[in-house]
T-cell receptor
Framework: DGGITQSPKYLFRKEGQNVTLSCEQNLNHDAMYWYRQDPGQGLRLIYYSQIVNDFQKGDIAEGYSVSREKKESFPLTVTSAQKNPTAFYLC?????????????FGPGTRLLVL | KNQVEQSPQSLIILEGKNCTLQCNYTVSPFSNLRWYKQDTGRGPVSLTIMTFSENTKSNGRYTATLDADTKQSSLHITASQLSDSASYICVVSSNTGGFKTIFGAGTRLFVKA
């Protein structure tokens, strides 16, 4: 897991509620990423950020929002517009943005809908 | 369509035995291929990375091979240990002028004593 922390480990969401997942890194990496992992499927990219105050949508951004106000922090908000939020959420970082960079993953947050 | 297919979906082996996991991809243009190990309930950890010109890369008891012509890769685990029980994920990246990284669904390996 390196220097990336995610909290909480488990999170429960009620219908119509927005929830925020925390991701912090002390690796001094410029780039950060959010992925969603569902059983039997590969990780899918939600959002990524190449640098502070900048972020781009990934393949499945609908119903999610992010911010990157600090280099070490990249929180993900799962909004009520995300109709199927139950999944394992993984945050990652890399020294720079780019497919040649190795990504370092956090321990994940499991989100469950009540 | 860019895809990464892994086989088998799951595998059970006895401790001390060898095994080979397969990855086929259709991602183009190709930049690199990585293998990650993911323990249950944890984040993936990088094992190896190979670019187009590399056809083998080792990391301890893990050896990855790449055939860029047939778009196939394998991960060979030698003398398996109980701690090798995990999911192994093949990841292929494309240098198509944007961020394009495709993750396979993984092979779930169970090592039994």
């Amino acid at each position: 897991d390196g220097g990336i922390t995610q909290s909480p480990k488990y999170l429960f969401r009620k219908e119509g509620q927005n929830v925020t997942l925390s991701c912090e890194q002390n690796l001094n990496h410029d780039a950060m990423y959010w992925y969603r992992q569902d059983p039997g499927q590969g990780l899918r990219l939600i959002y990524y950020s190449q640098i502070v105050n900048d972020f781009q949508k990934g393949d499945i951004a609908e119903g999610y929002s992010v911010s990157r106000e600090k280099k070490e922090s990249f929180p993900l908000t799962v909004t009520s517009a995300q109709k199927n939020p139950t999944a394992f959420y993984l945050c990652a970082s890399s020294p720079l943005a780019g497919v040649e960079e190795t990504q370092y993953f956090g321990p994940g947050t499991r989100l469950l809908v009540l | 369509k860019n895809q990464v297919e892994q086989s088998p979906q799951s595998l059970i082996i006895l401790e001390g035995k060898n095994c080979t996991l397969q990855c086929n991809y259709t991602v183009s243009p190709f930049s690199n291929l990585r293998w990650y190990k993911q323990d249950t309930g944890r984040g993936p950890v990088s094992l190896t990375i190979m670019t187009f010109s590399e056809n083998t890369k080792s990391n301890g008891r893990y050896t990855a091979t790449l055939d860029a012509d047939t778009k196939q890769s394998s991960l060979h685990i030698t003398a398996s240990q109980l701690s090798d029980s995990a999911s192994y994920i093949c990841v292929v990246s494309s240098n198509t002028g944007g961020f394009k990284t495709i993750f396979g669904a993984g092979t779930r390996l169970f090592v039994k004593a």
